[in-house]
């Protein structure tokens, strides 16, 4: 209760983060537009004069389409929409308290062992051919980068979106890449170790071969190899 002279005190309200502005404008341009999967967005300079924001906060926005799946960056080319969006679409942005470094890399790792395994699993269930030459393309790809300087980050993220796409849900892609995303700068180097995770390069064909040969209880338990390192990895590496 207040006395008569007293007034209950009003926060004033935070100004919109400046890239949930773009992303709400962008998503709300190809809705009226009725942009398709496959049309090609304005350029970075466009979009940076019509929304009166700098390069970073585009690139920022792109990236975000792209951890959710809808939209591509071609090198030399430019940024193309896969799926459509409208100002209906559903995002879910991951929220992760990163002082600790650690714990969060080792809370987001639980939760990533039940989502990847069944992401693994479905893959294995329902892979196309396509799915598995494309599969396969990737985790060659991988294996000579890897033998040929010691690590494959880049290769290594190719393989596994690779596999979520065999399950033909396009969420186990949003949710595992956001993920991904949250960590980035992280990822980039973990520790400072270039052989963050090197011991799981051998489970990758294995999980490949379990998913072709449609063994959902193989390509799980390959899956687990490959987490199991990455926690240990992230617990010895950063004492």
Same mark, same amino acid.
């Given at each position: $209760?207040?006395?008569?002279?007293?007034?209950? &005190?009003i926060a004033p309200l935070p100004p919109m983060?400046?890239?949930? =502005?773009?992303?709400? *404008?962008?998503?709300?341009?190809?809705? @009226?537009?009725?942009?398709?999967?496959?049309?090609?967005?304005?350029?970075? !300079?466009?979009?940076?004069?019509? %929304?009166?924001?700098?390069? *970073?906060?585009?690139?920022?926005?792109?990236?975000?389409? @792209?951890?959710?799946?809808?939209?591509?960056?071609?090198?030399?080319?430019?940024?193309? #929409?896969?799926?459509?969006?409208? *100002?209906?679409?559903?995002?879910?942005?991951?929220?992760?308290?990163?002082?600790?470094?650690?714990?969060?890399? %080792? =809370?987001? &790792?639980?939760?990533?062992?039940?989502?990847?395994?069944?992401?693994? $699993?479905?893959?294995?269930? !329902?892979?196309?051919?396509?799915?598995?030459?494309? $599969?396969?393309?990737? #985790?060659?790809?991988?294996?000579?980068?890897? #033998?040929?300087?010691?690590?494959?980050?880049?290769?290594?993220?190719?393989?596994?979106?690779?596999?979520?796409?065999?399950?033909?849900?396009?969420l186990f892609r949003q949710l595992l890449? =956001?993920?991904?995303?949250?960590?980035?700068?992280?990822?980039?180097?973990?520790?400072?170790?270039?052989?963050?995770?090197? !011991? *799981?390069?051998?489970?990758?064909?294995?999980?490949?071969?379990?998913?072709?040969? @449609?063994?959902?209880?193989?390509?799980?338990?390959?899956?687990?190899?490959?987490?199991?390192?990455?926690?240990?990895?992230?617990?010895? $590496?950063?004492?």
């Amino acid at each position: $209760m207040t006395t008569p002279n007293t007034k209950p &005190l009003i926060a004033p309200l935070p100004p919109m983060d400046r890239a949930r =502005q773009v992303t709400e *404008s962008l998503a709300r341009y190809i809705d @009226q537009a009725r942009l398709a999967a496959g049309d090609r967005l304005p350029a970075e !300079r466009e979009l940076m004069a019509a %929304l009166g924001v700098g390069r *970073s906060t585009i690139r920022e926005v792109i990236r975000h389409f @792209q951890a959710l799946g809808v939209m591509e960056t071609r090198k030399g080319s430019g940024t193309y #929409l896969l799926k459509p969006i409208t *100002s209906a679409t559903i995002h879910m942005p991951l929220s992760v308290e990163t002082a600790n470094v650690r714990d969060a890399l %080792l =809370q987001t &790792l639980e939760v990533r062992r039940g989502i990847e395994c069944e992401a693994c $699993m479905v893959a294995a269930r !329902r892979r196309t051919a396509n799915d598995i030459a494309n $599969m396969e393309a990737k #985790l060659d790809e991988m294996e000579r980068v890897h #033998l040929l300087k010691g690590t494959a980050g880049e290769e290594d993220l190719a393989f596994h979106l690779a596999i979520y796409d065999a399950t033909h849900n396009p969420l186990f892609r949003q949710l595992l890449e =956001q993920m991904r995303e949250a960590f980035e700068r992280f990822w980039e180097k973990p520790f400072d170790r270039p052989d963050f995770a090197r !011991r *799981s390069f051998p489970y990758h064909r294995t999980l490949f071969n379990a998913i072709v040969a @449609q063994d959902t209880e193989a390509a799980r338990r390959e899956t687990l190899k490959i987490l199991d390192v990455v926690e240990e990895d992230i617990k010895e $590496m950063s004492k």
